[in-house]
DNA sequence: GTGGTCTAGACCACC
DNA sequence: GTGGTCTAGACCACA
């Protein structure tokens, strides 16, 4: 897997667990990989895998079991959603929007550039 | 002041230069408070603002004169405004479109949360 | 059955067998459950009994017969006090001892908590 | 400083501050030592230290200002306090008293141990 | 100076 | 096999 500069490693796995948990890759009750498994997966240290399973852990998204491993929890999927929704509007939308003020941009041009981003993703995954 | 926790607060310093410049309070030409002033007026250290002051030099938006302070750059009013938007449409809409992606938020949506958040401001500013 | 976060599965087993011991629910000389068994009771995986039963074993407590099974030894109850006292008196009376100095409670109200415990107990029983 | 084998690391250091809290060495809003200085103090790799600011961190008992270090946070003593004194009652009591009567403790022998113990424990601090 | 991230690798208890 | 602790040490962003 390949990451971003801007944000930490362990993080940008705990989004991509969120991520697996909300398209229901990762079942409500199911486990997802060992430490060791992700990490040689993702050719990133153990710990930093640790680290995010921690992250989650302490966010309620996902539990361990001893000497099992860990498993996604009940209500993740809510969870996960209402955090990322939560952050989305009362922290993300009022900064673009205080932005678009600040630039002159018309709330009605976002669905335009939308779409050209959709596009442009789309055609990413295709290659 | 008070600073958010998901920015580096030197960057929300160089924001709110910014701002007083777009608006106005700080001319093109004028001087911008010391180093020194800033600082204690944010409850900073005095480091933190000469970061964000050596930044927005870095961008060409103010400059220095030796032994009287700093001054707004000719131009910086456009600078700034072209920054923004390139911040905007390089780094935000796309995360904005990400996450409206995974949490399944529709575009043509966002022109009514827009109308919403700018009712409520414009409330606040009336009291 | 259930288990407490705070201490290791196997020794709760343990503990477990320890008491029906005292309690005569497992003679000396009488068979325990097979590890099989147990396990499947408990929701465990095996090895984690066996654990146990080898910890126990390891203490004098019990012993196996070659294709029969556990057994409690001879003079087992005794063992298990003599365990049971020497683990209040070194490791758990200590920690009690320096937590109520740190939290200011006399020791002369411990004994009012105990007989408040004893009374809930007893309620519990009784239903 | 000497750590015991049972417990982890950086949990004893989270004690220590704690019972530092408790002392009142370490002030509510006051600066608690850095990772840095601290880990050269008791000898172990600032990871260490580190982990145990965290752990007291999520425990709303420490907080972090960027770029200057952690700090005691306001109510802190009495979060500790009613931490512990919470896992004292609900947790460990219950234990030593299902253990006393087993072993046919007697509540009022308590305090005669206590004490013993407590002389023990102030001939250690004069040497 | 502060905290934080990450790696490599050892070693451990537990299931 | 599982997670967890700990070290040594590099490197980074931030104040």
């Given at each position: 897997?390949?990451?971003?500069?801007?944000?930490?490693?362990?993080?940008?796995?705990?989004?991509?667990?969120?991520?697996?948990?909300?398209?229901?890759?990762?079942?409500?009750?199911?486990?997802?990989p060992s430490?060791r498994d992700l990490s040689m997966e993702?050719?990133?240290?153990?710990?930093?895998?640790?680290?995010?399973?921690?992250?989650?852990?302490?966010?309620?998204?996902?539990?361990?079991?001893?000497?099992?491993?860990?498993?996604?929890?009940?209500?993740?999927?809510?969870?996960?959603?209402?955090?990322?929704?939560?952050?989305?509007?009362?922290?993300?939308?009022?900064?673009?929007?205080?932005?678009?003020?600040?630039?002159?941009?018309?709330?009605?041009?976002?669905?335009?550039?939308?779409?050209?981003?959709?596009?442009?993703?789309?055609?990413?995954?295709?290659?």
């Amino acid at each position: 897997m390949e990451f971003k500069e801007t944000r930490p490693i362990y993080l940008q796995i705990a989004d991509f667990i969120c991520e697996r948990i909300l398209e229901g890759t990762f079942q409500e009750g199911g486990r997802i990989p060992s430490v060791r498994d992700l990490s040689m997966e993702m050719e990133v240290n153990p710990n930093t895998v640790l680290k995010s399973y921690g992250y989650l852990e302490a966010h309620g998204i996902i539990h361990k079991q001893r000497g099992t491993g860990f498993y996604v929890s009940p209500g993740a999927r809510e969870k996960v959603r209402s955090l990322q929704k939560e952050r989305f509007f009362n922290e993300v939308l009022p900064e673009v929007f205080a932005t678009m003020d600040s630039l002159g941009i018309y709330p009605e041009e976002l669905a335009t550039y939308y779409h050209a981003w959709k596009e442009e993703e789309d055609e990413k995954k295709t290659h």
